[in-house]
């Protein structure tokens, strides 16, 4: 069972959320192969273009590139807070990086778990100018799929 802890009781230290994250969702729960996991994880953090953000409980981790003429961010996220919390510290994450000048964000997901809250941050966002899409195919149930957002006023649509 994944660890969920309400960001809105306990905030915890961003550390601990990829950590605990990271042992939890690894395939192999061997120790070593988590640590491996974690030092390769903080290796990316130091390239150039990556940052990393924390909202309650959910770590943002970035890639910022330039594809032509446009800033495209790739994102992953850890998330030990409520669905509902998770949703609200998206909407916030993506507010900001339309507000830093990105056109583009994207991030993988693993499967169709995450579809519905996908979907809702969209319809909060949608009236503000967001659009976005998932790729991916649909027929497999363990199929990767990918999350685009589309900032306000940016270029050509999805």
Same mark, same amino acid.
């Given at each position: 069972? &994944? !660890? *969920?802890?309400?960001?809105?009781?306990?905030?915890?230290p961003l550390?601990?959320?990829?950590?605990?994250?990271?042992?939890?969702?690894?395939?192999?729960?061997?120790?070593?192969?988590?640590?491996?996991?974690?030092?390769?994880?903080?290796?990316? !953090? *130091?390239?150039?273009? &990556?940052?990393?953000? =924390?909202?309650?409980?959910?770590?943002?981790f %970035?890639? =910022? %590139?330039?594809?032509?003429?446009? !800033? *495209?961010?790739?994102?992953?996220?850890?998330?030990?807070?409520?669905?509902?919390?998770? %949703? !609200?510290?998206?909407?916030?994450?993506?507010?900001?990086?339309?507000? =830093?000048?990105?056109?583009?964000?994207?991030?993988?997901?693993?499967?169709?778990?995450?579809?519905?809250?996908?979907? &809702?941050?969209?319809?909060?966002?949608?009236?503000? +100018?967001?659009?976005?899409?998932?790729? +991916?195919?649909? &027929?497999?149930?363990?199929?990767?799929? *990918?999350?685009?957002? =589309?900032m306000?006023?940016?270029?050509?649509?999805?």
């Amino acid at each position: 069972m &994944a !660890t *969920v802890v309400n960001s809105k009781k306990e905030k915890l230290p961003l550390h601990e959320i990829l950590l605990t994250y990271l042992s939890e969702n690894m395939e192999d729960k061997d120790p070593k192969k988590v640590s491996r996991g974690m030092a390769g994880l903080i290796e990316k !953090t *130091v390239s150039k273009g &990556a940052e990393l953000e =924390q909202l309650g409980n959910t770590v943002f981790f %970035s890639f =910022q %590139s330039e594809q032509k003429n446009k !800033t *495209v961010v790739k994102g992953m996220t850890f998330n030990l807070d409520t669905a509902h919390n998770m %949703s !609200t510290n998206l909407k916030k994450y993506l507010r900001s990086l339309s507000e =830093q000048g990105v056109d583009y964000w994207y991030t993988g997901l693993e499967n169709k778990t995450y579809f519905p809250m996908a979907k &809702a941050v969209l319809r909060k966002l949608e009236p503000e +100018g967001f659009k976005g899409k998932i790729r +991916g195919s649909r &027929a497999k149930e363990n199929s990767d799929f *990918v999350f685009i957002v =589309q900032m306000p006023n940016k270029g050509a649509s999805l």
